[in-house]
């Protein structure tokens, strides 16, 4: 069986473009596979958050995750600051990690073009950081946006170097995850290419079925086509693109044909995308409610979690010690 460990990014609470991209992928992917999931709460540290905000958003991604599927009894999840073996295997790493090689690293150029004021260290070795989450249980598979296949490349050069340089063949080189299939992604609301929580214009898992409604019928549309079988504009296709995964197909193809007929009418179209939307999110929301309020619960899964977590990496790092020549007395 395959060890495949995945890196959640801890800003709060999820939407549905992380639920269609990635988190019913996860939920599969739980069944075939021993998965590690933790919360990358180390790594939000580059950006100096809010030390009130770093409990809520860790708390906010754990329901999350907990609530679309993510089971602790058949994966470990954890939180990854409860696991400190992570940041020993980044100090041993960061020796055999260069600084021009972290310096031309494309996520890193952006985010000091971002926050030019706090270009501190731990951003310069984020990449180090990230390898050692995933060397630390020795992971097979990596499932990782287009955005981190740098990374994991230096993963692969770093495991490799490791085992070069002390002449052994401990690390395995991690590949990412395939999902098979295309990526579902899900746009904005706002005519723009991409669901994203910077951009403002998500619908969450946690929203109620009002605010879903709401955000919904403020979707950018226009006045409707005046040409049959026009080309719909972005904006528009967007909103088909997410009735394409929520809707049935004969909505789907109803307003396929409405569109087609020029006979368009965005306020009934949005309120059947509101409706399929939410049949989707409120058994999540349900759950979501009920696990927030269930301090004991989530405490009980951390800690389990990082239990699990430790005893795997409390073996590497004691592997590591005695490759690199710390022997004791
Ligand atoms: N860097 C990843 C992101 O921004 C999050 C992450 C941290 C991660 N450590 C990881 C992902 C290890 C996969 C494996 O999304």
Same mark, same amino acid.
């Given at each position: *069986?395959?060890?495949?460990? @995945?890196?959640? &990014?801890?800003?709060?609470?999820?939407?549905?473009?992380?639920?269609?991209?990635?988190? $019913?992928?996860?939920?599969k992917m739980q069944e075939e596979n021993k998965c590690f999931f933790f919360i990358a709460d180390l790594h939000s540290l580059t950006t100096?958050? /809010?030390? !009130? *905000?770093l409990h809520e958003n860790v708390k906010n991604v754990l329901v999350n995750y907990l609530a679309a599927?993510?089971?602790? #009894?058949? @994966? %470990?999840?954890y939180v990854q600051s409860d696991v400190p073996e992570i @940041?020993?295997?980044?100090l041993y790493l960061n020796m055999h990690v260069y600084m021009g090689e972290l310096a031309k690293t494309v996520s890193? =150029?952006?985010?000091a073009r971002k926050q030019p004021e706090n270009v501190n260290a731990g951003l310069l070795t984020y990449p180090t950081l990230m390898a050692a989450d995933i060397m630390i249980h020795n992971a097979d598979k990596v499932p990782v946006g287009k955005d981190q296949e740098q990374h994991l490349e230096m993963t692969r050069r770093f495991a490799r170097r490791f085992n070069n340089?002390?002449?052994?063949?401990?690390? =395995? #080189?991690p590949v990412a995850y395939n999902f098979g299939q295309e990526l579902i992604k899900i746009p904005g609301l706002d005519g723009s290419g991409k669901m994203g929580k910077s951009e403002g214009n998500c619908i969450y898992l946690a929203d109620s079925p009002k605010e879903i409604e709401k955000k919904v019928k403020r979707a950018l549309t226009d006045s409707g086509p005046t040409e049959p079988n026009s080309v719909k504009p972005d904006y528009i296709e967007n909103l088909f693109t997410i009735m394409r995964v929520v809707s049935t197909d004969e909505v789907i193809a109803h307003y396929e044909e409405k569109w087609n007929a020029c006979e368009m009418r965005y306020g009934d179209m949005k309120k059947q995308l509101a409706t399929d939307i939410i049949a989707v999110t409120s058994p999540i929301r349900? &759950?979501?409610?009920?696990? #927030?309020? /269930?301090?004991?619960?989530?405490?009980?899964? !951390?800690?389990?979690g990082a #239990? $699990? !977590? +430790?005893?795997? !990496?409390?073996?590497?790092? &004691? /592997? %590591? +010690?005695?490759?690199?020549?710390?022997?004791?007395?």
């Amino acid at each position: *069986m395959d060890i495949v460990l @995945s890196g959640i &990014r801890s800003t709060g609470n999820l939407h549905l473009g992380n639920y269609y991209g990635a988190l $019913q992928n996860f939920i599969k992917m739980q069944e075939e596979n021993k998965c590690f999931f933790f919360i990358a709460d180390l790594h939000s540290l580059t950006t100096h958050p /809010d030390p !009130a *905000m770093l409990h809520e958003n860790v708390k906010n991604v754990l329901v999350n995750y907990l609530a679309a599927g993510i089971d602790p #009894e058949k @994966s %470990v999840i954890y939180v990854q600051s409860d696991v400190p073996e992570i @940041s020993e295997l980044y100090l041993y790493l960061n020796m055999h990690v260069y600084m021009g090689e972290l310096a031309k690293t494309v996520s890193f =150029k952006e985010k000091a073009r971002k926050q030019p004021e706090n270009v501190n260290a731990g951003l310069l070795t984020y990449p180090t950081l990230m390898a050692a989450d995933i060397m630390i249980h020795n992971a097979d598979k990596v499932p990782v946006g287009k955005d981190q296949e740098q990374h994991l490349e230096m993963t692969r050069r770093f495991a490799r170097r490791f085992n070069n340089f002390y002449n052994v063949e401990y690390f =395995k #080189e991690p590949v990412a995850y395939n999902f098979g299939q295309e990526l579902i992604k899900i746009p904005g609301l706002d005519g723009s290419g991409k669901m994203g929580k910077s951009e403002g214009n998500c619908i969450y898992l946690a929203d109620s079925p009002k605010e879903i409604e709401k955000k919904v019928k403020r979707a950018l549309t226009d006045s409707g086509p005046t040409e049959p079988n026009s080309v719909k504009p972005d904006y528009i296709e967007n909103l088909f693109t997410i009735m394409r995964v929520v809707s049935t197909d004969e909505v789907i193809a109803h307003y396929e044909e409405k569109w087609n007929a020029c006979e368009m009418r965005y306020g009934d179209m949005k309120k059947q995308l509101a409706t399929d939307i939410i049949a989707v999110t409120s058994p999540i929301r349900e &759950r979501i409610i009920v696990l #927030e309020n /269930d301090t004991e619960y989530l405490r009980k899964v !951390a800690r389990e979690g990082a #239990e $699990q !977590a +430790r005893e795997s !990496a409390s073996k590497t790092i &004691r /592997d %590591v +010690r005695e490759i690199m020549g710390f022997k004791g007395f």
